[in-house]
């Protein structure tokens, strides 16, 4: 989604800081859509190789958030997993202690989407 497409969206004008610098970085608003609290990270599209700026990652930490499939916060990695049977996955532990020691509680999954580029990440916390 384009910064343009997402201005529409929320009913509001988007004032980025980052993005607009010489060097620039990736800008994060908070914004609350359809009663979710989310943070959106906007960035220059890498993937097209465009200068178009993009939405390209939403957080939150609402249960009211939920993947296309009905994956939300609170669901389980084998709840996951089997949603996403024959997608490509990739589960990796999460590091401590400046990542020396692998976590016995948390890892990270990563979603592989059927388009180019999209990614959905699930951090999970015992599992």
Sequence with gaps: MKKSELGKVLYKTLTLKNLVKKEPERDTIECIYKEVSLQVCLDKDFINRTENIVVSEVKSSSTFLKTKAGISLGDDKLKIIA????????????????GTVKSKNKSTILLH???????????????
């Excluded at 989407?113 to 599992?127: A, C, P, S």
Aim: negative net charge.
């Design 113 to 127: 989407g059927e388009e180019n580029g999209n990614v959905i990440i699930f951090y999970l916390t015992d599992n």
């Design 83 to 98: 949603t996403y049977d024959g997608y490509t996955i990739y589960e990796m532990p999460e590091y401590e202690n400046n």
